[in-house]
């Protein structure tokens, strides 16, 4: 499959797990894609393994300022933006009691600011591509677990702020969500083996995803196989969601 050639699209948190599967599915059926990370060292990676064109641009996503200087790059570059990704995403655990009022503001900033400021600066260039923006939510905006107050609150926010941009930017611009349930990335390193089956087996899949099984959804959803589709969420939780029991 070829849907992207001759497409550009920006990837928020590209240097790793979800994004930079999304960096190689993109990059591999044809886009010139921006990875707009933090992380020099491990973009420079995901540089190096990717066959296509990825160029690596330091951005924080949630400061205004690196966003314009990002689309002030792309649009000299090549005129044009047809895709933004943004999954980039920042994680502190506590309860509210727990939780310091930075940690909450980190998360909040990271996981949520940050796609109101990505749509803000490309707005002008997706309208004119007629392009798409898929955010990467979670399960843990629709259900929840303890210690993951801000986290739950920014993915929530973020499902309801996708709708809402669809409803802004149509019938240009498409605005569509994929919801991942736990996916292997370096989140689950931490999480010993017994931990990791036992998640494992709360899915209807009975295993943990992997960062390129979330790659393809995001990747029709960006694609104009989904030309009509916006305002969508999409699970990609191996059924983590709708099991009871
Ligand atoms: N892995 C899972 O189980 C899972 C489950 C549900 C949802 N998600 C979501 O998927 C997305 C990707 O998760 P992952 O597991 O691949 O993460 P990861 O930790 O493997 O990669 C995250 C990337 O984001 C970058 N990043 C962090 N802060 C940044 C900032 N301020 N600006 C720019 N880049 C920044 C990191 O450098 C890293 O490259 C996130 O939105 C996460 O909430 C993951």
């Known amino acids: 499959m070829n849907r992207f050639e001759g497409k550009v699209a920006v990837v928020t948190g590209g240097a790793m797990g979800i994004g930079a599967a999304t960096v190689q599915r993109l990059a591999s059926e044809g886009a010139v894609v921006y990875l707009a990370d933090i992380d020099g060292e491990a973009g420079a990676h995901v540089v190096a393994e990717t066959e296509g064109t990825v160029h690596f641009v330091h951005c924080d996503v949630a400061e205004s300022a690196h966003w314009n200087a990002l689309t002030a790059r792309v649009m000299d570059e090549h005129g044009h933006v047809d895709t933004l990704v943004s999954n980039a995403y920042a994680l502190r655990h506590g309860a509210a009691h727990e939780l310091p009022e930075a940690d909450w503001g980190l998360v909040l900033d990271v996981t949520l600011k940050a796609t109101y400021l990505g749509v803000a600066a490309l ?20 259900a929840s677990m303890p210690g993951f107050t801000a986290y739950a609150a920014a993915k929530g926010g973020l499902s309801a702020l996708v709708r809402q941009l669809a409803v802004e930017y149509a019938p240009a611009v498409r605005v569509n969500a ?18 990791q089956a036992e998640e494992a087996g709360r899915t209807l899949a009975g295993r943990l995803g992997r960062p390129e099984e979330v790659a393809a959804a995001i990747a029709f959803l960006a694609s104009d196989e989904a030309a009509y589709i916006t305002g969508a969420e999409l699970p990609v939780d191996g059924g983590r969601l709708v099991r009871l029991a």
Do not use: F, K, M, N
């Not at 707005?123 to 629709?142: D, Q």
């Not at 989140?187 to 017994?194: I, T």
């Open 123 to 142: 707005a002008e260039p997706l309208t004119a591509a007629c392009g798409s923006v898929v955010a990467v939510s979670s399960v843990h905006a629709h």
């Open 178 to 195: 994929v919801a991942p349930g736990p996916i292997r990335t370096r989140q689950w390193d931490p999480v010993p083996p017994a931990g």
